[in-house]
Nanobody
Framework: QVRLVESGGGLVQAGGSLRLSCATS????????VGWYRQAPGKQRELVAG???????NYRDSVKGRFSISGDNAKNTVFLQMNSLKPEDTAVYYC??????????WGQGTQVTVSS
């Protein structure tokens, strides 16, 4: 079983920045894919950004150029740097990891609120 601990959410004004962290109990190299998802009230959960074990990244169009996902192998942590935040980025953000042998795991979520 993979354990995840998310942190870094909070309240920020539009245009501000936050960095989310997803600390895992397993090495990043053992994870096939790590994704950050978000879910706003009344909306479906959506993929924001992801990084594969090869280091390739993908982003949803609305965050390209503003968000950046990266991994720190020494800390077993994946980060989501969020800049130029907008009120529409307000949501609960979840980390999801796919382990090569064990399957998919979700974090508990962290609230991000962007005020206008």
């Amino acid at each position: 079983q993979v354990r995840l601990v998310e942190s870094g959410g909070g309240l920020v004004q539009a245009g501000g920045s936050l960095r989310l962290s997803c600390a895992t109990s397993e090495t990043i190299s053992s994870l096939n894919y790590v994704g950050w998802y978000r879910q706003a009230p009344g909306k479906q959960r959506e993929l924001v950004a992801g990084i594969s074990s090869s280091g390739s990244t993908n982003y949803r169009d609305s965050v390209k150029g503003r968000f950046s996902i990266s991994g720190d192998n020494a800390k077993n942590t994946v980060f989501l740097q969020m800049n130029s935040l907008k009120p529409e980025d307000t949501a609960v953000y979840y980390c999801n990891v796919v382990h090569l042998g064990w399957g998919s795991y979700w974090g508990q979520g962290t609230q991000v609120t962007v005020s206008s």
